[in-house]
C-alpha cells in the first residue's frame, strides 16, 4: 500500500509483503504520470513563446477546464468538445480572437487570459516563419 497520489516504483510480492508498493519518492514516476496527464492527455504543450492545446481525451467528454500560470500570467483554458470527438482541434481563440492552433502566443503580461479550443475537425492555419512546430510529446525522446 502506499500513498494514493503516487506511482510505486515496485510492488513486493514477498509471501510477507505481497501487494505492498515502495520507492514512491524516489523514481521520479508521479512526475512521468503528471506529464502524462497534462500534455498527452489534455495536450498542453509548450514550446518556447508558444504554446498548443491539442487533446486526446475520451469522446464522452464534453469539455474540460484548465487552469495554468506561466509565471505571473495566468490562462484559463477551456476545451469545448461539441461533436464528441477523442483528437482534433477545429479552432482556438486567445481572448476571443481566432489563432493558429499549432502556435497560441505565450503572454508573460501578468494578466489574465482566456483561450477557447473547440475540438472538431483540424483546421490548419497557415503558419509564419517564426511559428516554431509544435511536435507531440509522444514523439520526443525522454531529455
Request: with cysteine; charged share 15%.
Amino acid at each position: 500500500m502506499t500513498e494514493p497520489y503516487s506511482v510505486a516504483g515496485d510492488v513486493y510480492d514477498h509471501p510477507s509483503h505481497r501487494g505492498r508498493g515502495g520507492w514512491t519518492w524516489y523514481t521520479g514516476s508521479a512526475g512521468w504520470m503528471y506529464r502524462v496527464a497534462l500534455e498527452g492527455v489534455l495536450g498542453l504543450t509548450r514550446r518556447g513563446a508558444f504554446f498548443a492545446v491539442n487533446p486526446c481525451i475520451p469522446s464522452s467528454w464534453p469539455r474540460f477546464t484548465i487552469e495554468w500560470r506561466f509565471g505571473t500570467t495566468r490562462y484559463t483554458i477551456v476545451v469545448e468538445n461539441p461533436k464528441r470527438r477523442c483528437t482534433g482541434v477545429a479552432t482556438v481563440e486567445l481572448d476571443g480572437a481566432l489563432v493558429d492552433p499549432g502556435a497560441v502566443p505565450l503572454l508573460a503580461d501578468g494578466g489574465a487570459h482566456q483561450v477557447r479550443v473547440v475540438l472538431g475537425a483540424s483546421r490548419k492555419m497557415p503558419s509564419s516563419p517564426s511559428s516554431p512546430s509544435m511536435t507531440p510529446v509522444s514523439a520526443q525522446s525522454p531529455a
